[in-house]
């Protein structure tokens, strides 16, 4: 019976060009996230499922780790087509090794051997066609972390816009230049879990802060749609230097980046810290306003934040779109994204009008 690592090392194509810098000795350098890993021949990448074999650089194709419909409110985009579908896929890995993970299943499925855990052999085109049966307006890589699988999401992204989906990215923003412009033709929305402002809390999740920042700004002005996410993690990130540092820093990129704050439950290997409470949410979101941010969201206490988890007008307050969970229960936004009430124009990607909701909860797909 072959190992998940044997098996992974076969579903594999030659990494993308713009991804890899050829150095001395066969060793090649990836650039498909932040650590830029110098990769000897025999050798893999801190993520392992990159590698290097004879001198070329090889990156997972072909698979599925797993697939689900999810609202897009879930991912969480806010201010992205309210109530749409989101057909989203995950591989297997990470670059990161983050003690709490809630995808630790499939994104440490190879450092943990989790049993079961088998790669699902797909194309570029049944994705596509499966998200359109399901009537997903957006195609999302997302549950492991989509950097490091980076030149399967750009063939699946290239037919999903061929067949009018928005694309977009789940990540823990450990991005390169490199990859940012190597995936921005396909990409439409891009999610980043800033998970801490403190650079030895990101060591001890196996990444750094800065390439993180620096994604975060290149991201934005590169013209994508960004949102942030932070899970909330008493006695981790909560203090309130830290929080008002990372809020602070998101306003300096732009004060109309939505940032969810999101609670905390115990997982995996961080099982210490108590689950947030609704208060530690509120009190991270006031925060997040002094700080200068325009929309903050509390996630994962649906009716428990107050006003929270609405999107409401930075002007005049009007109502704009009401949520309760992933269900959308109102949205009053003209057709131009504009606020009904006082016409401010409301930073996202919007539909003319809501187009319904087909599930406020996420599901399996069932195949034909
Ligand atoms: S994706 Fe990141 S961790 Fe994986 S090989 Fe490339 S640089 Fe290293």
């Not at 997302?142 to 009018?164: C, D, H, Q, R, S």
């Not at 998970?195 to 030895?200: A, N, P, W």
């Not at 960004?226 to 981790?236: D, K, M, N, R």
């Given at each position: 019976m072959?190992?998940?690592?044997e098996i992974l090392d076969r579903q594999v194509a030659e990494a993308a060009p713009?991804?890899?810098?050829?150095?001395?000795?066969?060793?090649?350098?990836?650039l498909a996230c932040g650590h830029r890993?110098?990769?000897?021949?025999?050798?893999?990448?801190?993520?392992?499922?990159?590698?290097?074999?004879?001198?070329?650089?090889?990156?997972?194709?072909?698979?599925?780790?797993?697939?689900?419909?999810?609202?897009?409110?879930?991912?969480?985009?806010?201010?992205?087509?309210?109530?749409?579908?989101?057909?989203?896929?995950?591989?297997?890995?990470?670059?990161?090794?983050c003690s709490y993970c809630q995808n630790w299943v499939t994104s440490q499925a190879l450092r943990e051997n989790v049993p079961g855990i088998r790669p699902i052999s797909t194309s570029p085109e049944q994705l596509v066609d499966e998200a359109l049966r399901q009537g997903a307006r957006v195609l999302v890589s997302?549950?492991?972390?989509?950097?490091?699988?980076?030149?399967?999401?750009?063939?699946?992204?290239?037919?999903?816009?061929?067949?009018?989906l928005m694309t977009g990215f789940v990540s823990n923003g450990n991005a390169t230049p490199q990859v940012l412009e190597f995936l921005s033709p396909v990409l439409d929305l891009y999610k980043v879990d800033l998970?801490?402002?403190?650079?030895?809390?990101?060591?001890?999740?196996?990444?750094?802060?800065?390439?993180?920042?620096?994604s975060i700004r290149r991201i934005h002005q590169m013209g994508l749609w960004?949102?942030?996410?932070?899970?909330?993690?008493?006695?981790?990130n909560?203090?309130?230097?830290?929080?008002?540092a990372l809020a602070e820093f998101i306003a300096s990129v732009s004060p109309d980046i939505p940032w969810h704050v999101t609670a905390f439950h115990k997982d995996y290997r961080m099982t210490d810290p108590e689950d947030t409470t609704p208060e530690m949410l509120l009190r991270a979101a006031e925060i997040g306003k002094r700080a200068g941010l325009r929309y903050v969201y509390a996630g994962n206490q649906p009716s428990r934040v107050g006003d929270l988890e609405n999107t409401r007008c930075p002007s005049c307050h009007a109502l704009l779109v009401e949520r309760l969970g992933y269900l959308i229960r109102g949205y009053h936004l003209t057709a131009e994204g504009r606020c009904p009430s006082c016409s401010l124009q409301i930073p996202g990607r919007w539909d003319s009008a809501f187009r319904g909701q087909i599930a406020a909860f996420p599901f399996a797909p069932q195949y034909r």
């Open positions: 072959p190992s998940l690592q713009e991804l890899t810098e050829q150095l001395d000795r066969n060793r090649t350098r990836c890993c110098p990769i000897a021949e025999g050798q893999s990448g801190v993520c392992k499922v990159r590698f290097n074999r004879g001198g070329k650089l090889y990156a997972p194709w072909g698979y599925v780790g797993g697939v689900q419909c999810d609202p897009i409110e879930k991912k969480p985009f806010f201010h992205v087509s309210s109530g749409a579908l989101a057909y989203s896929f995950g591989m297997l890995g990470c670059d990161l090794h997302t549950y492991n972390e989509p950097l490091i699988t980076a030149e399967w999401a750009a063939a699946v992204f290239l037919l999903a816009k061929a067949a009018g998970k801490s402002f403190d650079e030895q809390h990101y060591h001890s999740l196996g990444g750094r802060l800065q390439p993180i920042l620096d960004l949102e942030i996410v932070t899970l909330v993690i008493p006695g981790f909560d203090s309130e230097g830290e929080l008002s």
